[in-house]
């Protein structure tokens, strides 16, 4: 039986495929730094011979034209996508022939992209398990709004359509191998689990038992926002990604680091929140390599803007260079070492307050709760009298916030540390509320709404 590994980038809630029968193999959606799949293939021992894509991506620069290159690996891509680069057309029915004990059939599962394939691992046997891409997901489906609103209906309805057509043409057992859905924000809905096959998905995705309307308006309801970098990932793709650079970045002096401080550009501190918070450069914005960084600075950044990563060693900044080159940003600058050692001036050294939804229960008058969840997530539940500014809107909307303290809040505090950053630059003085768990809010007598 081909032996499946997954490659898995829990920053952005994607996974790549390394399949092979032991001597050669194929990758199924592999990310830009390609040198992960080199060394998943070098522990196999096996000879990367086939490239496959299920989609052009929207949120990632994908590696596949770069590894196909380094390989020599037949690169395959919908038929139906407009490309600049070559590549094997693929089609529904094609097969692609990796070696005589390992096949890939080729099915039509438009949904999340018009042209969206998804790949039927064979065995001598029959059907092994299924890469689904941005199809099929564990418990939801991906989602159809990615190309414009004015697609969602039509590729809500197509989505709907290939993921029975999964089920119809599959048996139970075989398992199901998603591109997206554990993190990323092409899932349509909640991901449940961390492996399924056909059968059991059939029993708990939401999508088998709902008629094709039905689907439709509750996928387009549940829809929230998305990160802004998408809108520049998808052509980038189609144009062919040149090849990742990750040399170690130019270091920033101190002098310099101030200037670009004071001139407000982006100085992204790497560690922890915690660590932020007891000691900064004032200007720096807290994005700790312990979350999502490439997802909420590509977000929310300036795109193409200079910026500088700091961290207490090399390798964080080696980390968050690498978690950035994912989703195209490149070029950027470094400071290493801890705050007091990068700061000209010892007045630049500030700190962040940071608290729980305990002391926010027992803050006196002159608050401002500030939560930064999203729509969704505001929906199910928030404090009342919260002001709600989604993290992505906060720069357009700050003024938004009346006079007093700001206390801001997400679900568990990154995104809150980042958001008081933001505001910290800009003069306000702000708390940042870093708990676990929102429930946090309710065991602390801060009174509750819905809002369905």
Known sequence: MPAVEVIETSSLGDRSYLVSDGEVAAVVDPQRDVDRIFAAAGRSGVRITHVLETHIHNDYVSGGLELSRLTGAEYGVAAADRVSFAR?????????????????????????????????????????????????????????????????????????????????????????????????????????????????????????RLDEDEFVEQTLRSLDAYPAYYAHIGPRNRAGPEPVDLRKPERVRPRELVRRLRDGEWVVDLRSRQAFSRAHLAGAVSLGLDGPLATWLGWVIDWG??????????????????????????????????????AADPSLVRNLPRATFG????????????????????????????????????????????????????????????????LARTGREVVFVDEEDFTAARDAGLPLVTDL
């Open 359 to 422: 002391d926010l229960a027992e803050a006196g008058p002159g608050t401002v709760v500030l939560d930064v969840r999203l729509r969704r997530e505001w929906r199910r539940r928030h404090i009342r009298n919260a002001v709600h500014i989604p993290l992505f809107q906060l720069r357009e909307r700050a003024d938004e916030l009346g006079d007093g303290v700001v206390w801001v809040h997400c679900s568990a505090g990154y995104r809150a540390a980042f958001a008081a950053s933001l």
């Open 305 to 342: 803007s200079p910026l500088t990563l700091i961290g207490e060693t090399p390798e964080q900044v080696a980390a968050g260079q690498r978690e950035l080159v994912r989703i195209g940003v490149e070029g950027v600058r470094s400071a290493v070492g801890p705050p007091h050692d990068l």
């Open 88 to 208: 094997r057309p693929l089609l529904e029915g094609d097969v692609v022939v990796v070696s005589p004990a390992l096949r890939l059939r080729v099915l039509a599962t438009p949904g999340h992209t018009f042209h969206h394939l998804s790949y039927v691992l064979e065995d001598a046997r029959g059907a092994v398990g299924v890469f689904t891409g941005g199809s099929l997901l564990f418990g939801t489906t991906g989602r159809p709004d990615l190309l414009g609103q004015h697609h969602s209906v039509e590729l809500a309805r197509h989505q709907h359509a290939s993921v029975r057509k999964l089920a119809a043409v599959l048996p139970d057992h075989a398992e199901v191998w998603p591109t997206h859905g554990f993190g990323s924000f092409c899932s349509a809905g909640s991901v449940s689990g961390r492996a399924a096959t056909v059968g059991q998905q059939k029993k708990v995705n939401a999508v088998f």
